[in-house]
């Protein structure tokens, strides 16, 4: 920030406002994409916290350290706090906003204002959602899928949670326009879709799901609050209603949501693996067109939340059948990857070590959900710690190492500074090694019987819940090991200048970090994203 | 009974699980051994520059759109012809009607007789209706590979058959507030001439369960919430409750009280005029209690020392 | 596709579009008078789609933008077309 | 690819538009929870819809489709540099909003004066579905109204700029943005109307 930026006009100091002003009233992308990253992992690290509560809990059979309504608060709050104020905006906010506009050679997204505005609504939201904590009837104790009628009837105060995530969803709903506008009106000469980046291509697949899907949420949360508030009974058997119709909303929006948070994070690994193999990306327009299949093929399996819930037996042969075949999309993408690194030149730096981690930890998620999907194993692992286990792989062993990845790989060029190296892979290492104990006990855990949301459980799963608690530590110790070594390297490390990876597209071709304009005239692509040769690496 | 009639839930469930869980197990251990020997094998020290720019292969793509598909096709055939399984009760089967109600269980047996655990025959199936009482909750036997969700205003049902004699988890499985993880029982499954002795002394002893309040605390599921051995649960415990001065809130206002006969009542038929203070007001009411009963459980409270 | 659309489309036009929307509405009215059972909805709902067609056409100027807008809207209309359909795999058949 | 700039009207007009596609889905929803409620309670609906008043609702659905004529006549006058009869235009458009909110409030107060509303004593008695049908009606009616707030609003604040002359002809696509909205709400009037008054 300091010497290494200012040493050009970067977008750190050009501005007509000074303090904390010219960061949240500026429409510039790069700023908004910063106040994304500090609030969406503000958010994260308190989330994460949650957990580790949660698990010291489940330490041991029996009451460890708190009473059951406060523990059901907690994992509502952790659920609540992860996938509306980390995992889903998390990445199209933060390295959406930093990356995309650059990657399509566009001066700033196509609404810059709307893009504040989403920030804005972003954060008015958390605030609500945690405003309910403190006020009414306390924290909600619903989890984070609130479902009726018992969200209905809880004396907790499900409303002002309720609400605050459905601001949340307005804001989802504006990034998404905008992206998808600024991708079809703003790339730049000779940026054609076969040259997009796949990171841009898997926002756009994203964007569209955060359209298409969250007016959904939208109005069944409203309805839920209609039904506190005005009583309803739409979803309330004892007058008519059908607490099955809102299961079915709440995951027409939520399956499809489980694809906003996955397919940014394999856009992001699609553009890592290649620069670190310094090869093209294999497959490259079988990547880009998995991505919409996946978007499109996603909104068609929500029925598999709900195997057991009474729905249809036809219902069960159709969602079970779709959920097999988004499937395939996702199993194209990792053997691409994989083929990728054939013949290349591979250097296991921070960025890498967490991306192909990635492809490990989405695999053993991803062919857990196969279990999940399979309507005769489904039956048996529902509602049970594997469910917990299946997606806390795919989120956190996921979306969330590729998170990681993709701010060992991008953060420095915009800070113009880096973490140290060997700390980062440490941190790795542990986290790695954590990770796998903490949640693959919790997948065998389901496997025996062990039902989710349980505060207390028969004692013999006490082993795993131990094993669990230690693999828990040792996550944290690596996670904050992890956050330690970026902070203090963006912040006060080596200056990072250039493009020492090597990168092919279009972010590593401006300045570190970045002017405020991104570019002095607007370029003309020539190469595509991982045409090494062509971007004059060498 | 003739074994090769019907196969149990766990026979229709556990080879799909097998197939997908040993199919699965081959692909990763492939995958993540390619991905280590190419990044061993690629490494930057010995191959500072790529030796290969090959970008795409047809084939290789065609090759692993139509292999996933071909796997994913199977798995999703065994998982479903193993949910028909589940799903196609045995005829003959015996029938219980399970309600569920935060936080506790209670079987209906043909003939009358109730009970919190689900008492069932060895070797013969058994089909559970479903009801809930106020929520979702879930019936799940790990042992029998069967859940099922039990919605209110909707009847559902599950079967299965115990094969040996004992004692199996039942759990709730969807959750349903405070008590969720204690809403725990179990399947007794006694062979098939101790269950019929049990299921007829139930039918006589259920004329004196009103006179017995502490099985009819169990079968009304105040159990579920409150403790008779002086540890609080959901709500204050029983022990000793009778005489016990204790804060309240009355329409929001604090007020001490000492416990008689009269507070009990109005206790158990509008439990949210006096909400006992540190605890939430999710006692439902239960007016539909005949007088022998509340009797019943009035003298079973007056009595806990 | 074109950033900037110049077709104006006349005030003879859109009274016309206006028009034919009113008769369409008295249309409706006409035919769910009739006793046609279940085919009422259908007829209604057939009718509101032309209506909804001609505004969107007119009004809202579709007919004069690329294909583009043409397909999102397709794709918006069609995703909402699944979301109902396949609730019905349940519904129908509970 | 044309590079737009500042002002791109295209990207204003298809970010407008993606905008319109939430709202629909967010409309969709509702007639989602309709569509599987008719099935399940033929009856009740056919005796909950007999209670709306057909004429009221073809009188506002009359309304809103010259309110849309008003505000298309209202794009094209400004194209045609006609920037006073666009402001009249767009007045008529927001005349028509009150009157459709007039009758609404008319409805909405009947019914309520009845005893239907959300969770009134009457409905909790009657039959399950009928309770169903008049929540759905509420809700689906109550948000489509906010949006006719909404939109005449927006139809206001702009007929202002225009009137000021804030929006040169050649860039009127804040007016057509504007409209697009006005449009989006009797879209929907075109469907809410017939499934809840006429067909049942
Ligand atoms: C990032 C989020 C994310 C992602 C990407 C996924 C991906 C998938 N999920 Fe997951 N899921 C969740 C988040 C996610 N899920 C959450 C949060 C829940 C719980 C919600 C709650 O109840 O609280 C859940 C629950 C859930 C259920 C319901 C479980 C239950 O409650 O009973 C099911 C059932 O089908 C399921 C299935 C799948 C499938 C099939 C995929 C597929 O997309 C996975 C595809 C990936 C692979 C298949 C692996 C990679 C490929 C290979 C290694 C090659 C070989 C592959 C083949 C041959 C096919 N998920
Ligand atoms: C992205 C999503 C995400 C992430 C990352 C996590 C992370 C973790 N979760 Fe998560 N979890 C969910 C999403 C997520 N969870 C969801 C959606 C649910 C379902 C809720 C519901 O049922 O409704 C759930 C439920 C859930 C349960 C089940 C509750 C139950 O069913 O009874 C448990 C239990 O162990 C748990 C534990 C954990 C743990 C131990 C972590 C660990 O990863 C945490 C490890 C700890 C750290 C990594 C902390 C280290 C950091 C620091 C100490 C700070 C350092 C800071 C600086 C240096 C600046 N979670
Ligand atoms: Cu009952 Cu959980
Ligand atoms: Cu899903």
């Keep these: 920030m300091d010497k290494a930026a200012t040493a050009q006009n970067s977008f750190w100091n050009d501005t007509g406002r000074s303090g904390l002003t010219a960061w949240i009233f500026s429409t510039d992308h790069k700023r908004i994409g910063l106040l994304y990253l500090y609030s969406t992992t503000g958010f994260f690290l308190a989330g994460v916290i949650l957990g580790l509560i949660l698990r010291i809990e489940l330490m041991a059979p029996g009451r460890t350290i708190m009473d059951p309504r406060t523990y059901n608060a907690l994992f509502t709050l952790h659920g609540v706090t992860m996938i509306f104020l980390f995992i889903l905006p998390g990445f199209p906010g933060a390295f959406g906003n930093l990356v995309m506009p650059i990657q399509i050679g566009a001066s700033d997204v196509a609404f810059p204002r709307l893009n504040l505005l989403s920030w804005w609504l972003y954060m008015a939201g958390a605030l609500i959602a945690l405003s309910s904590l403190f006020t009414g009837g306390g924290p909600p104790d619903t989890g984070w899928t609130f479902y009726v009628p018992f969200s209905t009837r809880t004396g907790t105060n499900v409303t002002l949670a309720v609400f605050g995530v459905f601001v949340i969803g307005f804001s989802a709903i504006l990034t998404g326009m905008n992206f998808i506008t600024t991708i079809h009106r703003l790339r730049a000469k000779g940026m054609t879709w076969g040259r997009l980046p796949l990171f841009t291509w898997s926002l756009y697949a994203t964007a569209w799901v955060q359209i298409l899907a969250t007016p959904i949420l939208a109005i069944t949360l409203l309805l839920v609050m209609a039904e506190r508030l005005l009583g309803t009974g739409l979803f309330d058997p004892g007058r008519g209603g059908d607490p099955l119709m809102y299961q079915h909303l709440f995951w027409i929006y939520s399956h499809p949501a489980v694809y906003i948070m996955i397919l940014p994070a394999m856009g992001a690994i699609s553009d890592i693996i290649p620069v670190f193999s310094r090869k093209p990306v294999f497959g490259y327009k079988m990547i880009a067109f998995s991505s919409v299949a996946i978007a499109a093929a996603g909104s068609l399996v929500w029925g598999h939340h709900m195997f057991t819930s009474g729905m249809s037996d036809r219902a069960v042969l159709v969602f079970s059948l779709l959920t097999f075949i988004v499937a395939i999309p996702s199993a194209i993408k990792v053997f691409n990857w994989v083929s990728t690194l054939y013949k290349g030149s591979i250097s296991l730096e921070a960025p890498m070590l967490f991306a192909l981690s990635f492809i490990l930890l989405f695999s053993i998620g991803g062919l857990a959900g196969l279990i999940l999907g399979a309507a005769a194993t489904d039956v048996h692992v529902h509602d049970t710690q594997f469910v917990v286990g299946h997606f806390h792989y795919v989120m956190f062993g996921g979306t969330g190492f590729a998170f990681f990845a993709a701010m060992h790989y991008w953060l420095p060029k915009f800070f113009g500074r880096r973490y140290r190296e060997k700390p980062a892979i440490i941190a790795w290492g542990l986290m790695f090694t954590g990770f796998n104990i903490l949640y693959f006990s919790m997948k065998i855990l389901g496997m025996r019987g062990m039902p989710r949301r349980y505060y207390d459980y028969l004692p013999e799963f006490a082993d795993l819940n131990l094993a669990a608690t230690v693999g828990s530590w040792i996550l944290a110790l690596g996670v904050a090991m992890m956050f330690v070594n970026l902070v203090s390297g963006l912040l006060r490390g080596e200056p990072f200048t250039g493009n020492p990876w090597g990168g092919a597209t279009l972010e590593w071709s401006v300045a570190t970090p970045p002017p405020t304009e991104n570019f002095a005239e607007e370029p003309v692509v020539t190469h595509g994203p991982y045409d090494f040769t062509a971007a004059g690496r060498r | 009974m003739n074994r090769t009639q019907f196969m149990t839930t766990g026979q229709a469930v556990d080879p799909a699980f097998y197939f997908i869980f040993g199919a699965s197990l081959i692909l990763f251990i492939a995958i993540a051994a390619a991905m280590i020997f190419f990044v061993i094998r690629y490494r930057r020290s010995k191959f500072p520059e790529p030796t290969s720019a090959v970008a795409a292969n047809i084939w290789l793509e065609i090759l692993w759109t139509m292999l996933p598909t071909i796997l994913v096709l199977a798995m999703f055939w065994y998982g479903w012809q193993g949910y028909l399984g589940l799903r196609r009760v045995p005829p003959g089967a015996m029938e219980v009607t399970a309600t569920a109600r935060m936080w506790s269980w209670s079987f209906a047996y043909p003939g009358g007789r109730t009970s919190p655990k689900l008492y069932v025959p060895v070797g013969r199936p058994v089909k559970i209706t479903l009801e809930s009482a106020d929520v979702i909750h879930g019936f799940f036997i790990p042992a029998f590979r069967v859940k099922r969700d039990v919605v209110p205003g909707m009847k559902g049902d599950a079967w299965f058959v115990a094969e040996k004699k004992g004692s199996y988890d039942l759990f709730c499985s969807s959750y349903c507030g405070t008590g969720h993880s204690a809403m725990v029982t179990t399947v007794e499954a006694l062979p098939a001439k101790e269950f019929e002795e049990w299921l007829a002394d139930g039918g006589r002893g259920e004329a004196s369960a009103a006179a017995d309040g502490r099985k009819l605390a169990e079968a009304k599921g105040c159990l579920g919430c409150h403790s008779l051995d002086g540890s609080p649960k959901v709500g204050p415990s029983f022990k000793g409750i009778m005489g016990r001065s204790e804060v309240v809130l009355t329409g929001g206002k604090e007020r001490s009280i000492t416990v008689d006969r009269e507070y009990l009542r109005r206790s158990i038929l509008q439990p949210s005029a006096d909400v006992v203070k540190g605890f939430q007001p999710v006692m439902p009411p239960y007016p539909a209690l005949s007088p022998a009963e509340l009797e019943a459980l009035l003298e079973l409270l007056g009595g806990l020392k | ?94 | 690819m044309e590079h737009g700039g500042h002002r791109d009207g295209f990207a204003a007009k298809l970010g407008m538009w993606l905008f319109l596609f939430t709202e629909i889905l967010l409309f969709g929803g509702l007639f989602l929870l309709y569509a599987v409620y008719l099935r399940r309670y033929p009856a009740e609906f056919a005796m909950g819809g007999r209670q709306l008043d057909w004429m009221l609702g073809t009188a506002n659905s009359v309304i809103l489709l010259t309110s849309s004529l008003c505000a298309a006549m209202g794009v094209t006058a400004l194209q045609r540099d006609e920037s006073r009869r666009a402001v009249g235009l767009l007045c008529a458009t927001i005349l028509c909003a009150a009157g459709f909110l007039a009758i609404k409030y008319f409805e909405w107060s009947a019914k309520i004066g009845h005893g239907v509303y959300p969770g009134s004593e009457r409905l909790k008695s009657g039959p399950a579905g009928e309770s169903i049908f008049f929540s759905l009606y509420y809700m689906t009616t109550g948000i489509h109204g906010l949006h006719v707030i909404i939109g005449a609003g927006l139809l206001a604040w702009i007929s202002v700029r225009v009137g000021f002359g804030k929006i040169p002809a050649d860039n009127l696509i804040l007016l057509e943005n504007g409209t697009l909205y006005w449009h989006l709400v009797d879209l929907v009037w075109i469907f809410i109307f017939p499934l809840y008054y006429l067909v049942l």
């Excluded at chain 3, 028009?19 to 009739?34: C, D, E, S």
């Excluded at chain 3, 007919?63 to 077309?81: D, M, Q, Y």
């Design chain 3, 1 to 94: 596709m074109d950033g900037q659309r110049h077709t104006i489309i006349g005030y003879g036009t859109l009274t016309a579009v206006w028009v034919a929307l009113l008769l369409l509405t008295a249309l409706t009215v006409g035919i769910t008078r009739l006793e046609l059972g279940g085919y009422r909805v259908l007829g209604a709902l057939v009718v509101a789609s032309l209506k909804g067609g001609l505004v969107i056409a007119f009004f809202m100027q579709m007919k004069s933008e690329g294909g583009l807008l043409r397909l999102f809207l397709l794709i918006a209309v069609v995703t909402l077309a699944i979301f109902i359909g396949f609730t019905f795999f349940d519904v129908l058949y509970r």
